[in-house]
Structures are given as structure tokens and as C-alpha cells.
């Protein structure tokens, strides 16, 4: 089996991949990845999402729930380098991005890189780091490189930051700001098992560890190809007015203080790129941008304190309410195959 998958990765590594190709990858990962978070398809497939949309992850949930669980097991099913970082209030930015150390041999500084610099990064708890911390991601996470001292220093393809957080009513955390919640491509939440998978966990978890059995079944050229086929599923001029259309709508939304900014648009379509490519389809489609527009859009807006601060419901919920209300009043278009 072990030599099958070589020789598959192998194979990828040197030639351009295909559909069935894709496919198969791709249902590598959701595989191993599945193999630990049981009963959670739609969380292990939004998490691949935002690897093959070169987006970013962030998790939030009540503590418990397996938010690391399933970074982790993303992390391990790929072959590439890992870094986790758990962000406690007395975590500073130069331990994120690296700090330049004087060398007295050299006689000069030299730049000593962070734990950012890896392929899938995990940011625990990532609410529990001051805003001051927090906010030495947002070079990383949008340009994919760190500035220290005046001099840029890359990082790896590809590259993925996974966060978690709890809610903010969580005691000891701290508020994302705007600019860092704008970063993440997708936000979701991983909920309560139902009471099978939490059986079969009860059974499967007692003396095992999943994760220690989980091996890498992709490789960082294999993701990177699959990121290469992704990026070409075509988009109909049609499709993306409608996504600029959505975004329009919030952003003149009475029960909306902050609507989506154009990098959420941008995010949404390429997330629907991936999304109609792991369907098996090499055009996207309305459904695609109906299907993530809640995971793309709620994490970035504000509702107004009328609309988001009953007591009956949340502002997420409040949110989330909105979007789907959007969603039913902008024309939705026939999709346009290429």
C-alpha cells in the first residue's frame, strides 16, 4: 500500500495531473483527514478548501470540540513543514515573524526566522494573544512574507495558517481585530459530534491516539499541483457579478455596520473554484457561491447594534441570518459553461 501511494505521488510530482488524478489526491487527504474527525465531513472538506484556494482556516468553537484535532490531522496528512504555535498573552510578535540576532563572529546581524516560516502553520487559541501579537500574521498571511528590520524574507509554497479561537465570551480572550478576521479566507465551527460518532470515539479513543497513526498522503508538489488545477476551473463573467452583486448587497445592508470588503469577493470565488473542482466540474457554478457564502462572508461583517445585540440571538446568528436573506434577493444567474 505504502509503495502504491509513492509511486501515485511520484508520478504527480513529474507530470501535470487530470481530473481523475485530482479526484483521487484529493480524496486521499479527505480520507486521512476523515480518519480522525469523525462525523464532520463539511469541516475536513471547507478545511481542504482553504488549503487549495491558498486561503486561510480559522476554527471557532467552544473548547473540546476538536478544532486542533483537525488542524493537526490536516498538518499531518500533508507532507510538508509544520509549526504550531500556541499563542498564550505573554507570546510576542518576534517569536511569530523571527528576530536578527547579533552574530560577534560576523560582526553583523542575522535573521533568526520565527515559527512562521512552514508550510501549514497552526495557530492555537489565537484569541488568547494580545492584539499586538495578533497582528504580526497580516504581512504573513496576505503578501506570504515576513518584513523584519527592513528586509523581506519569503515563505514557503504553499502556505496555510489554520486558527482557532473560542468565543469571545470565553474568558481571557481577546477580539480579532477587523484587518486579522479579514485574512481568513473561511470561518467555521466544528459543533458537538452526534451521539454514534461520539460512541465510536468513546471506543476507537481509549487507549489509541488517531493521530499517531495518520501518515502523510500528499506531498507539498502534489498540493501545489492540485492548487495549479483549482485556480484553472473557469468562472463565467455571469458568476462573477454575481458574487460582486452579494457583496454590493451587504455592503448597503441597513442591519450591516461593516459589509464585505473586495478581498472577500476575491476569497469567495477562488474558494468556489475549489469547491466545483472536489465536485468534479471544471466550471463553477451559483450553487458554489451560495454553498460558501456564509463561511466566507459572516467572519468579516459587523452587524448594528439593533440588529446584533438581542439577547434572542447572537450577532454570528445575526449574521448568518442576513447573508441568507441576501442570498434570496439577488437575481441568481444561469451558469455559463465554458
Same mark, same amino acid.
Given at each position: 500500500m505504502a509503495d502504491t501511494a509513492t509511486t501515485?505521488?511520484?508520478?504527480?510530482?513529474?507530470? %501535470?495531473?487530470d481530473a481523475d488524478a485530482f479526484a483521487r489526491m484529493t480524496g486521499r487527504i479527505t480520507d486521512a483527514v476523515g480518519s480522525v474527525i469523525d462525523g464532520k465531513p463539511d469541516a475536513v472538506r471547507s478545511a481542504l478548501v482553504c488549503l487549495l484556494a491558498e486561503g486561510h482556516l480559522l476554527i471557532e468553537d467552544v473548547p473540546g470540540v476538536g478544532k486542533t484535532m483537525l488542524a493537526r490531522a490536516l498538518a499531518a496528512s500533508v507532507d510538508a513543514t509544520v509549526r504550531r504555535i500556541q499563542f498564550t498573552?505573554?507570546?510576542?510578535?518576534?517569536?511569530?515573524?523571527?528576530? *536578527?540576532?547579533?552574530?560577534?563572529?560576523?560582526? %553583523?546581524?542575522?535573521?533568526?526566522?520565527?515559527?512562521i516560516f512552514a508550510n501549514i502553520v497552526i495557530a492555537d487559541e489565537i484569541n488568547r494573544s494580545s492584539p499586538k501579537t495578533q497582528s504580526a500574521l497580516l504581512e504573513a498571511m496576505e503578501e506570504h512574507q515576513v518584513t523584519v528590520d527592513g528586509h523581506s524574507h519569503p515563505l514557503p509554497d504553499p502556505f496555510l495558517v489554520v486558527a482557532?479561537?473560542?468565543?469571545?465570551?470565553?474568558?481571557?480572550?481577546?477580539?480579532?481585530?477587523?484587518?486579522?478576521?479579514?485574512?481568513?479566507?473561511?470561518?467555521?465551527?466544528?459543533?458537538?459530534?452526534?451521539?454514534?460518532?461520539?460512541?465510536?470515539?468513546?471506543?476507537?479513543?481509549?487507549?489509541?491516539?488517531?493521530?499517531?497513526?495518520?501518515r502523510a498522503v500528499a506531498s507539498a508538489a502534489e498540493v501545489s499541483r492540485l492548487v495549479a488545477w483549482a485556480r484553472a476551473v473557469h468562472v463565467a463573467p455571469t458568476i462573477e457579478d454575481y458574487a460582486v452583486a452579494l457583496a454590493h448587497a451587504t455592503r448597503a445592508h441597513s442591519d450591516l455596520r461593516l459589509g464585505a470588503s473586495p478581498r472577500a469577493t476575491l476569497q469567495l470565488v477562488r474558494a468556489a473554484k475549489v469547491w466545483a473542482a472536489l465536485d468534479g466540474r471544471e466550471f463553477v457554478i451559483p450553487d458554489d457561491i451560495t454553498a460558501l457564502l456564509v463561511q466566507v462572508f459572516a467572519h468579516r461583517l459587523?452587524?448594528?447594534?439593533?440588529?446584533?445585540?438581542?439577547?434572542?440571538? *447572537?450577532?454570528?446568528?445575526?449574521?448568518?441570518?442576513?447573508?441568507?436573506?441576501?442570498?434570496? *434577493?439577488?437575481?441568481?444567474?444561469?451558469?455559463?459553461?465554458?
Open positions: 501515485e505521488a511520484t508520478a504527480a510530482d513529474s507530470d %501535470e495531473i498573552p505573554d507570546l510576542l510578535p518576534g517569536d511569530v515573524t523571527g528576530v *536578527s540576532v547579533f552574530n560577534p563572529l560576523e560582526r %553583523e546581524f542575522e535573521f533568526k526566522p520565527g515559527a482557532t479561537q473560542n468565543p469571545l465570551e470565553m474568558e481571557g480572550t481577546y477580539a480579532l481585530p477587523e484587518a486579522q478576521r479579514d485574512r481568513f479566507m473561511m470561518r467555521i465551527s466544528m459543533g458537538y459530534p452526534d451521539a454514534r460518532s461520539e460512541a465510536l470515539m468513546l471506543r476507537q479513543r481509549d487507549t489509541v491516539n488517531p493521530l499517531e497513526a495518520l459587523i452587524p448594528t447594534r439593533a440588529a446584533g445585540g438581542s439577547r434572542v440571538r *447572537s450577532g454570528a446568528d445575526a449574521v448568518t441570518l442576513i447573508l441568507e436573506r441576501i442570498a434570496q *434577493s439577488v437575481r441568481v444567474p444561469i451558469a455559463a459553461r465554458p
